[in-house]
């Protein structure tokens, strides 16, 4: 772990072009496929939850979205502290490997899958959960795959070392 002194700070560099689906902010992304679970649910729906059932899954659906909100605001408060980008084609002025960063190299699209998965559970959905491939297919990749190449021709040996460290998603 890197203490404020020794962290890593981005040399300007010319960026690689983004991908249109990297300059899609993955919240969007996300939030459309949930909508577009939603809409399929009103033409085709579907319930395999027995009614009993129905109250866990609101608390199970409960509980995701606000560990998600707390792991998204954890880091998001890192990315501001720290004065670098949330953006992910925006170039980062550091590297970031404390807080979820520590058990997560990408704890935001993590956060937001357990908030999809959460509200999709909280609303006993099926279609979302269905479809809940495609966004994190987006993420995985084409997102991330552009990040990690940038992260690496900006930090080098300090992101190797971090990408051996802690895993992708957890």
Do not use: C
Request: no cysteine; aromatic share 12%.
């Amino acid at each position: 772990m890197k203490d404020e002194t020794s962290e890593s700070r981005a040399p300007s560099q010319p960026a690689e072009k983004a991908p249109l689906l990297v300059r899609i902010p993955p919240p969007l992304q996300f939030g459309a496929i949930y909508i577009l679970g939603l809409v399929i649910r009103s033409w085709f729906p579907i319930s395999i939850v027995p009614v009993g059932l129905k109250p866990g899954a609101h608390v199970v659906g409960m509980f995701l979205i606000a560990a998600g909100i707390i792991i998204a605001v954890a880091s998001f408060l890192l990315f501001v502290h720290r004065r670098t980008t949330v953006i992910p084609h925006g170039a980062p002025a550091r590297l970031i490997d404390v807080g979820p960063f520590l058990f997560s190299r990408n704890p935001m699209y993590l956060s937001l899958t357990m908030i999809y998965t959460g509200a999709a559970f909280w609303q006993v959905a099926i279609w979302p959960l269905i479809l809940l491939p495609i966004p994190i297919a987006i993420v995985n990749g084409v997102v991330i795959p552009f990040e990690e190449r940038r992260l690496h021709s900006i930090f080098g040996n300090s992101y190797d070392e971090y990408r051996r460290r802690v895993r992708r998603w957890i």
